[in-house]
């Protein structure tokens, strides 16, 4: 069975960088529409970035484009979400996902039928 593990989050100041990783295992991403998501507390998990799996097309949240960067590493079975100048807002957990319901469109990452097999995430933090 496939399992997805984050990992990278810390705290950070603002406009520091962090990148964020989500080792796979039991399958191979490549194959798969990957999208990572975000929570804050009280509030919805919003997906802020996704990757297709036949033409990488990448999606980002308007939050996010301009200093978040997705990619895959494909012989290393991982997912990669790359952070630069972090802001105050970007403070949540944040996990990745894939499901062969997940699509990834313009309007970003949609699971077709709903998803319930989030990990623990990895917290990131931005503050002073």
């Known amino acids: 069975q496939g399992r997805l593990v984050e990992s990278g989050g810390d705290s950070v100041q603002p406009g520091e960088s962090l990148r964020l990783s989500c080792e796979a295992s039991?399958?191979?991403?490549?194959?798969?529409?990957m999208g990572w998501f975000r929570q804050v507390p009280g509030k919805e998990r919003e997906g802020i970035s996704c990757?297709?799996?036949?033409?990488?097309?990448?999606w980002y949240a308007d939050s996010v484009k301009g200093r978040f960067t997705i990619s895959r590493d494909t012989a290393a079975n991982t997912l990669y979400l790359q952070m630069n100048n972090l802001k105050y807002e970007d403070t949540a957990v944040y996990y990745c996902?894939?499901?062969?319901?997940?699509?990834?469109?313009?309007?970003?990452?949609?699971?077709?039928?709903?998803?319930?097999?989030w990990g623990q995430g990895t917290q990131v933090t931005v503050s002073t």
């Open positions: 039991g399958f191979s991403l490549e194959y798969y529409v």
């Open positions: 996902a894939t499901d062969l319901n997940l699509l990834c469109e313009q309007n970003g990452p949609r699971f077709q039928w709903g998803y319930d097999s």
């Open positions: 990757l297709s799996s036949l033409d990488d097309f990448a």
